[in-house]
């Protein structure tokens, strides 16, 4: 089992549509949870960082986190064909200057 | 936000020779620098981590002799590709984390390689 898992996609939702996507992890030990917007042949780019369980919301975008499933999810509200991107979740088990460890990304497609 | 930048954005060279890409923090100071490479429709793949000052820590199966990488300050990451091959060739990331930070990670463009 890796990891991080996270479904590939690709996923096509018309304009509007709330976006759910999710990565389930196997390491119980990781408190830092991420996630990273990446339009093609572009650097990824920080959406939203979190420690441990809870929720958190910067406009269009919330990101849930569950340690007793091990299950992270980015929602997305009012979706926009500027969202069109691939959608990677990380993770780590401590703060500082560790590695993350990425699930495969999400490609997301919004259609106008 | 934090801001890290590559240079080049992009590159074509023959086969044989060295290539040198620069990562750097603009406004912020990252003991830790990691770099990662992209091939296309797949996810980053680490290849080493970069402490300013020290030598580099490289993934298992990444060749150190090739990828060569450089810490020399709190804002500047270099990784050379020596004797590039066209299978080289990719999308070369690189992140930073601040210094006394929390690990978010702030990446680079990316620089794309391309060897013929």
């Known amino acids: 089992q890796k990891e991080v898992e996270q479904d590939p996609g690709p996923l096509s939702v018309p304009e509007g549509a709330i976006v759910s996507l999710n990565c389930t992890y196997s390491?119980?030990?990781?408190?830092?949870f991420m996630w990273y917007r990446q339009y093609s042949r572009k650097g990824p780019e920080l959406l939203m960082y979190?420690?441990?369980?809870g929720n958190k919301e910067d406009g269009r975008f919330t990101a849930q986190v569950d340690k007793s499933s091990k299950y992270i999810s980015l929602f997305i509200r009012d979706s926009q064909p500027s969202d069109s991107a691939t959608y990677l979740c990380?993770?780590?088990?401590?703060?500082?200057?560790?590695?993350?460890?990425f699930g495969k990304g999400t490609r997301l497609s919004v259609i106008a | 936000g934090a801001v890290v930048s590559q240079h080049p954005s992009w590159v074509i060279c023959k086969s044989g020779t060295s290539v040198k890409i620069e990562c750097r923090s603009l406004?912020?100071?990252?003991?830790?620098m990691f770099w990662y490479r992209q091939f296309p429709k797949q996810s980053l793949m680490l290849m080493a981590t970069?402490?300013?000052?020290?030598?580099?820590?490289?993934e298992q199966g990444v060749e150190k002799d090739k990828f060569l990488i450089n810490h020399a300050s709190l804002t500047l990451s270099t990784l050379t590709v020596t004797s590039a091959h066209p299978e080289d060739s990719s999308f070369y990331i690189c992140?930073?984390?601040?210094?006394?930070?929390?690990?978010?990670?702030?990446f680079g463009p990316g620089t794309r390689l391309t060897v013929l």
């Open positions: 992140s930073a984390t601040a210094a006394g930070g929390p690990n978010e990670q702030f």
């Open positions: 390491n119980s030990a990781f408190q830092y």
């Open positions: 979190t420690y441990s369980s």
């Open positions: 990380a993770m780590s088990d401590h703060s500082g200057n560790t590695p993350l460890v």
């Open positions: 406004d912020f100071q990252a003991t830790t």
């Open positions: 970069s402490n300013e000052g020290s030598k580099a820590t490289y």
